[in-house]
């Protein structure tokens, strides 16, 4: 089975200031996709940004980025000028061998 | 475009009852998966169906949960009967299902389950 690993549990992040939520995956494949999905409290799972493996070019949405390391395997979203909204549960997804596979999830919160 | 819709939106029943969760995809999505969510942990997929067939049902528990996708688009998922470690939320996502850049998941408020 495929693993992916999001170390930080929980994470703080003063509105405005940026910050970095790690993931490492492994997988054998050299196509594949890379997802980062947020969840507020209590309000359905949304995508925030996108990644196709085969491309070098990391994905931007506005104030998401993300840094794609394919020989090490990281797939880091960077959220720049946080806000108060940014606050949810954030989970590295991979899609592989035609399935998603989760991590853990990093609890994000923001500080006026 | 309507999201992916699912019902209810919360159900409380005592153990060994049984219940019933009920998810509406995004209209021409051919893949649609359950997953259960216990609380402060990632979802687990239960279920994966590609239009009315099953792709990957290696995790659910099948002496108790079921899951039925009839004619290719809505999809029911039942309990039953129910356990105290069956509390938690229930999602449904949706796919295009074409493959290589189409697999984005679009996923429904889900429904909360809380065994007694």
């Given at each position: 089975a495929q693993t992916v690993t999001q170390s930080q549990p929980e994470m703080s992040v003063q509105e405005a200031e940026t910050v970095t939520l790690s993931c490492t995956y492994d997988t054998s494949e050299s196509d594949y996709y890379l997802f980062w999905y947020k969840q507020p409290p209590s309000r359905q799972m949304i995508l925030v940004i996108r990644q196709e493996a085969y491309k070098q070019q990391n994905a931007t949405e506005n104030r998401f980025s993300v840094n794609f390391q394919k020989a090490a395997k990281s797939f880091s979203l960077k959220i720049s000028d946080s806000q108060l909204g940014d606050a949810a549960m954030y989970f590295c997804v991979v899609y592989n061998f035609n399935k998603f596979y989760f991590g853990s999830g990093t609890k994000l919160n923001v500080k006026p | 475009e309507a999201g992916v819709a699912q019902s209810p939106r919360y159900k409380i029943i005592e153990k060994r009852q049984s219940v019933a969760f009920w998810c509406n995809p995004i209209s021409g999505h051919a893949t649609l998966y359950w997953y259960q969510q216990i609380l402060g942990q990632g979802p687990k997929l239960l279920i994966q169906f590609q239009n009315n067939g099953v792709v990957d049902d290696s995790q659910l528990p099948k002496d108790r949960f079921s899951a039925e996708r009839l004619k290719g688009v809505d999809s029911t998922l039942k309990i039953q009967?129910?356990?105290?470690?069956?509390?938690a939320v229930y999602l449904c996502a949706s796919s295009l299902g074409g493959g290589r850049g189409l697999e984005t998941q679009y996923f429904g408020p889900g429904t909360r389950l809380l065994v007694l």
């Open positions: - | 009967p129910a356990k105290l470690e069956d509390s």
